[in-house]
């Protein structure tokens, strides 16, 4: 590693750290005048901490939504290559990319063209993940033959019925309603706990100038 | 040989081979054996894939340690090494490893003819000593797939797999499909659903919305969710416009802004007679896109106002907010947990007293309930098509709506197009003439009307005078009942372009005084003695005896008056023949009570059916596979 | 596009979707493709659609016009902004350019950090303090309501029993191979029992879902074929 | 908690957080648990090497911008570890992904662990955003046509996330999935060879990473789960003996008997 790179690693780690620093007590902190006592001028002061942070998101949403057309382009580049290598679908996804364009150049707006191509297609694709989701429940124990995929499978089978209206399975909404308040509520919670300090810890590394995906 | 081979051993990286020298011991002693009977010898690998017996196949595999290949043979690794290494790349690959189901050698040994095989001229003894090595190289990749994968290598075209895969499909298919068939195969009680306080507190938070309030509607939910949450947010959104409140869209979902557009555009279709149309900046906001998931909801809560300035095409909205406090209240319709969760760490935090609404799909209500325990600003949450049916009926009740129970029966025997031709789509919404059993002449259906009320109306006026019918005065008296399904207008003159008087729907029974001249039209008397129009292929004649109090006044006639008494809107700038009278239906109770229901019973009914069938399936197809494993790890033990 | 014509056109599509339950069969299976890759084309145009008009073109105009603002920033503000994040995004594509790979890389790291200071802002406010503080809270019944009281006792033991779950350090035993104490794995169970029941109820609430857009479909299919 | 109290509170522990990563930096890496997952992966990268095929990895919707940039950033370098396991064969890895903003991230993962210079086709951005059934729907189509050896989804998905691994299962091809999303969790559980569940993706890189730096996040989200354990139970304990004066001894002297307990057991552990 010769001395410039190293420049440049110093350089985008500082870069993030400052702005990290900044980004993180901008946006936590401010416009909250409470933070400063509400003394005379706190309003003031708190206005101007919320600043660079408002600055930073707007830039960043701005690069966001433009960072769109990077990946438009990395679809046609993709099957521009492929419909010269003859194949059929590429050019239909070609096809129906000028089609919308135009259309919505030419029409103002005119929104049907999703209800009619791509609501059904998705709305059906949907529907196609209950035969796979269906298929795969059925197949948990060939997977996880142990008590883990009985018990996986047994839930999933005391919701389903739970949500069938008969008057037979009625005890079993009440399980399902304790199931949903308790033991869900409980993993559910613990999961959500679980990436959320991940996501402090992780994001707090990078806030550091520690990742790997602008240092090298 | 060796040295024909030995160069790929500096470029295979060896400790990364998949199969450890203790698998391929094991192998060894198992498959030589059992190569004579290939069948016998698939199927005992697959089961011994499946077993997790400690001494099984299987666990030799799994329990290898990535042990270098240098253990192995030198002329067997570098045969190994060989026939792997030629394989045609990727894209162009015919999958021929996922298919070494039926050989014990890998293909490419009888394909390429300057293969190992043919490059070296061997002996009988040789010869043999190579179809061993084939059998364990063959054997020994097989295996180590299974051990990677974990399935039995079945063909993925025209497969027993593949069969019962579509058998299943179809099964499924079709048993969702049956209710839509007929309704005989309802099961299970519909009205059994119980009513949640979360949907009551939604409910009357909505119904407490007073005129020119703002609601911020947050559609987070692409045309993925449309099937299972358009239902729900035609509803909700409707109600709040019925109150003259006016919803401001957002959404982090491109595809949703888009969508939005359609589902209001549905809506002003259904009240078009009324000429209600909602005006986009001015009834309700459609505000731009918020790129960056979590990024765009920050701005959101700091830059409210910024962010309403802009709405989705482009336009100055005018919307004069300064934050997200000025909103009365927050619903969120989000399809997965992960956007309520978004909200919930990015908006509400940002915001005092929010009132939060929360609609989503079943998919996410576990999380959600979770979130609407521990949030104090969750103050209500309904989630999935069963509580927008149930909330529908509450509408429509508190509305004066006929409940979906009581117009069931008529779903089946009219089964118009969901989203209505645009004949009649206006003013008699799709209700289609052949669908109403009616012995009257049909044959002029109503001028046709497109849904936007500035067109100019293609009338052919009839007179309006009535040319009496003969029986009219004999001594059972005429009547007609409504047959259509849907909301169906009365008018002041037998033309589509007069004033709507108001509302009738089925099972309304009117004192008829004659027709028009063509037949098309009935000249009805209204329970207050005023004279109206009602269009003839929407109802059915009945005669009723004129001293028979127990038929005119029956339940039917009870609930015409009852119903007549609603609230009915006019065009603009007419003058309201019936005044609002309910205290709750808010301003525009037309865009409740015109709501197209078709089909919801019979989709609560399929998911009924459908839920039973995906138990029977995974109950089956898993008790299968653990009595299976069962037996397997029966089997396997003797191996030991 | 008249009402029939999207009746007509979603009907066809949403048959053409279906056929992918009927497997690989030649020609019916590329019908299912061929929905796929018109739904990707046009995907893509529709989101190419609305974050241009919706962000770019308003911005572009603001930054063309003056008079306009925007945001309360003011215009000369956005004008600003907008340049920057044009600049931005263009060195972004000119990231795999090596020589450059100093500025890109800053200027990726000035993305990457305001969205990560927003994930972690919002994990800190919206989801960890309030869940931490319901899992911690008793119910005011809490004495009197044995039920409550055991519910309660329960979410407190499953989350936490959850959260140990994931756990990842270990000590090694005499072997040298990751081992754990008795307590630990007795725990780690208890929680993994919450853990696979609160993802069985997920699963089984999602089956739900797509049964509900499935009815949705064929009851559009239906009504269409009526 | 009202609004100033969070903010401050919240303040104090990113601040400790970010200490603690720091410090973390320079302790001694110990043993950790084992993650099958994890542990396939090699055998996965051998095989994709040896049969001449690409792995396919997958962000989903995870990308810069969003609330899931930290397990973007963390999938990112899980990738980096597997197309560097992977740069010996020939076939360049594929990456997909349903935001935009991770193509500039995937690109430079790519870059950095395959250095010959045949990636940039490799990547593969399909529309978009979260829950992307066109994503899926297009690499049902991606496991027919390229034939991944194996499919390494690590990012954010969800239900759809079935469709996915429904193709995969259908054609062979093994996979390992992780998400964010609980309901694509839930799917991967069931359907996938293998799943990391709830928080397992973000240690990820303390597993397969040889970067010091990302190596010690586990030890610091361990740190705060013990933290956040014993937080809880003392807040939850304390609250009981308010309830009921007349045990605050009992409570008290639980209270120590945990604090003691557990010290022990970390005692015993280091």
């Known amino acids: ?216 | 040989m060796k040295d024909d081979f030995s160069w790929l051993d500096d470029e295979r990286p060896l400790e990364r081979s998949p199969a450890s020298s203790g698998a391929r011991r094991g192998l060894r002693r198992f498959l030589p054996r059992l190569s004579r009977l290939p069948r016998l010898r698939r199927r005992l690998r697959a089961r011994a894939d499946k077993a997790s017996a400690p001494d099984s196949a299987a666990a030799i595999l799994e329990g290898r340690s990535d042990r270098p290949v240098e253990e192995l043979d030198n002329r067997l690794r570098a045969l190994r090494e060989r026939s792997f290494g030629e394989q045609p790349s990727g894209a162009e690959a015919p999958g021929a490893l996922f298919d070494v189901d039926e050989v014990l050698v890998t293909p490419e040994f009888q394909r390429k003819p300057g293969g190992v095989i043919s490059a070296v001229a061997l002996s009988k003894a040789q010869e043999r000593q190579v179809e061993l090595l084939k059998d364990i190289v063959g054997g020994s990749l097989d295996a180590s797939d299974e051990g990677d994968g974990g399935r039995p290598r079945l063909s993925p075209r025209f497969s027993l797999s593949a069969f019962i895969r579509l058998a299943l499909s179809a099964l499924l298919v079709l048993v969702v499909a049956l209710p839509f068939v007929s309704s005989d195969y309802a099961v299970g009680d519909l009205t059994a659903s119980e009513e949640r306080p979360a949907l009551t507190s939604m409910y009357d938070l909505l119904d407490d919305l007073e005129k020119a309030e703002h609601v911020l509607v947050a559609l987070e939910y692409g045309p993925t969710a449309a099937g299972e949450l358009d239902a729900l947010t035609e509803l909700l959104l409707r109600h709040i416009v019925a109150h003259s409140a006016k919803p401001i869209i957002v959404s982090g979902n491109p595809i949703a802004l888009v969508h939005a557009q359609n589902i209001i555009r549905k809506i002003n279709r259904s009240v078009a007679a009324f000429a209600l149309d909602l005006e986009a900046n001015q009834d309700y906001y459609l505000l731009r896109y918020l790129p960056g998931e979590a990024l765009g909801l920050r701005e959101l809560s700091e830059n409210f106002a910024d962010v309403a300035r802009v709405s989705a095409k482009g336009e100055l909205t005018g919307l004069e907010v300064s934050a997200l406090e000025d909103m009365s209240l927050i619903l969120l319709i989000a399809e997965s947990a992960e956007d309520m969760r978004l909200w919930a760490e990015q908006v509400l935090p940002e915001t005092e007293d929010a009132r939060l609404l929360v609609a989503t799909g079943y998919s996410a209500e576990p999380l959600a309930a979770a979130y609407a325990d521990s949030l104090d600003e969750v103050v209500g949450l309904v989630v999935g098509f069963r509580d927008a049916y149930i909330y529908g009926e509450k509408l429509a009740i508190a509305y004066g709506a006929p409940s979906q129970s009581q117009r069931e029966s008529t779903v089946d025997s009219a089964p118009a197009g969901e989203s209505p031709d645009p004949q009649g789509a206006a003013q008699l919404p799709t209700v289609t003439a052949q669908s109403t059993p009616t012995s009257l002449p049909t044959a002029t259906a109503p001028p046709t009307l497109r849904p936007s009320p500035t067109l100019p109306l293609p009338t052919a006026t009839p007179p309006p005078t009535a040319t009496p019918l003969p029986t009219a005065t004999s001594e059972p008296v005429l009547y007609v009942e409504v047959t259509a399904d849907q909301f169906i207008n009365i008018r002041r003159e037998p033309t589509t372009a007069a004033d709507i008087l108001a509302l009738a729907s089925e099972g309304d029974r009117f004192e008829t005084l004659g027709k028009n001249d063509d037949g098309s039209w009935y000249n009805i008397l209204l329970p207050d003695g005023v004279e109206a129009w009602i269009a003839s292929f929407l109802v059915e004649e009945l005669w009723i005896a004129a001293g028979d109090d127990s038929a005119s006044a029956s339940a039917p006639r009870q609930q015409t008056l009852m119903r007549l008494e609603f609230p009915l809107r006019l065009g603009k700038n007419q003058p309201r023949f019936y005044q609002a009278q309910a205290s709750g239906a808010g301003d525009h109770p037309e865009f409740v009570l015109n709501r197209d229901r078709k089909g919801e019973t019979s989709r609560l009914e399929a998911m009924t059916l459908g839920a039973l069938a995906s138990v029977l399936i995974i109950v089956f197809g898993n008790l299968v596979s653990a009595l299976r494993a069962f037996g397997m790890r029966r089997s396997a033990g003797p191996a030991k | 596009m008249t009402e029939s014509m999207i009746a007509l056109l979603s009907f066809v599509l949403t048959l053409m979707v279906f056929s992918y339950l009927l497997g690989d069969l030649p020609l019916i299976g590329n019908l299912y493709r061929l929905a796929v890759y018109i739904f990707i084309g046009m995907s893509a145009a529709f989101t190419l659609i609305v974050g241009t008009e919706s962000v770019i073109l308003p911005y572009m105009q603001d930054v063309l016009d003056p008079e306009t603002t925007w945001t309360s920033l003011g215009s000369r503000a956005d004008t600003y902004i907008f340049l920057a994040a044009l600049l931005v995004a263009l060195l972004l594509l000119l990231k795999p350019v090596r020589s450059l790979t100093w500025l890109t890389n800053s200027v990726f790291a000035v993305v990457i950090v305001v969205s990560a200071s927003v994930a972690v802002v919002g994990a800190l406010t919206g989801t960890l303090f309030p869940l931490l503080h319901s899992t911690a809270a008793l119910p005011d019944d809490i004495l009197t309501d044995f039920d409550a009281m055991v519910d309660t006792l329960l979410i407190f033991l499953g989350t936490m029993t959850a959260l140990y779950y994931f756990h990842y350090q270990t000590r090694l035993d005499s072997e040298g191979a990751p081992a754990q104490s008795r307590m630990g794995s007795g725990l780690r169970h208890v929680g993994k029992v919450f853990l696979v029941i609160a993802l069985g109820a997920i699963y089984a609430s999602t089956i739900l879902s797509s049964l509900t857009i499935l009815t949705e479909r064929i009851s559009f299919l239906f009504q269409f074929g009526a | ?270």
């Open chain 1, 1 to 216: 590693m010769n001395f410039g790179q190293r420049l440049g690693i110093a350089l985008s780690a500082f870069v993030a750290f400052a702005v990290g620093a900044i980004a993180v007590t901008s946006l936590l902190l401010g416009d909250n005048p409470a933070i400063f006592n509400n003394q005379p001028g706190s309003e003031r002061a708190a206005e101007l901490l919320a600043l660079p942070g408002d600055v930073l998101l707007r830039l960043v949403v701005i690069v966001i939504s433009l960072s769109v057309v990077i990946g438009i382009a990395n679809l046609l580049y993709v099957h521009v290559g492929r419909v010269a290598r003859g194949k059929v679908y590429s050019g239909a996804l070609l096809a129906s990319f000028g089609v919308a364009i135009f259309w919505h150049l030419t029409r103002q707006g005119d929104p049907s063209l999703l209800e009619a191509v791509q609501l059904p297609i998705e709305s059906s694709l949907a529907a196609l993940l209950f035969v796979s989701l269906v298929a795969g429940a059925s197949r948990v124990m060939q997977k996880r033959a142990d008590v883990w995929g009985l018990l996986f499978v047994a839930v999933v089978v005391l919701v389903l019925l739970a949500s069938v209206p008969l008057a037979e399975l009625a005890p079993l909404r009440a399980w399902r309603d304790w199931l949903m308040r308790v033991p869900v509520s409980a993993g559910a919670r613990a999961f959500l706990l679980g990436i959320a300090m991940a996501t402090v810890v992780t994001g707090q590394r990078v806030l550091l100038g520690q990742d790997r995906s602008y240092r090298g």
């Open chain 4, 1 to 270: 908690m009202d609004e100033t109290t969070l903010q401050v509170y919240s303040g104090l522990i990113a601040l400790a957080t970010a200490l603690l990563v720091f410090v973390a930096r320079i302790w001694r890496r110990r043993a950790q648990r084992r993650i099958a997952g994890l542990e396939r992966l090699p055998a996965w990268t051998g095989r994709a090497i040896e049969t001449n095929r690409p792995l396919h990895l997958s962000f989903g919707s995870a990308g810069i911008g969003g609330d899931n940039t930290p397990l973007a950033l963390a999938g990112a370098e899980l990738f980096h570890q597997i197309i560097e396991g992977a740069e010996a064969g020939d076939a360049p890895p594929m990456m997909s992904m349903s935001e935009a903003m991770s193509l500039p991230l995937a690109q430079d993962t790519a870059r950095r662990a395959w250095k010959r210079g045949d990636h940039l086709a490799r990547l593969r951005w399909l529309p978009s955003g979260r829950r992307s059934l066109a994503f899926a729907a297009a690499l049902t189509d991606t496991a027919r046509n390229e034939e991944p050896a194996a499919h390494v989804l690590a990012g954010s998905f969800g239900p759809e996330l079935a469709l996915i691994l429904d193709s995969a299962e259908r054609r062979g091809q093994p996979s390992l999935a992780a998400s964010d999303q609980l309901a694509g969790q839930a799917v991967a559980f069931a359907l996938a060879d293998e799943a990391l569940i709830g928080e397992e993706l973000f240690a990820a890189p303390a597993y397969v990473s040889d970067d010091r730096r990302a190596g010690s996040d586990a030890v610091v989200m361990d740190l705060w789960r013990a933290f956040v354990i014993i937080g809880v139970t003392i807040a939850l304990l304390l609250q009981f003996s308010q309830l009921m004066p007349e045990y605050n001894w009992p409570v008290l002297a639980g209270i120590g008997a945990v604090l003691l307990i557990l010290g022990l057991v970390g005692y015993r552990r280091s």
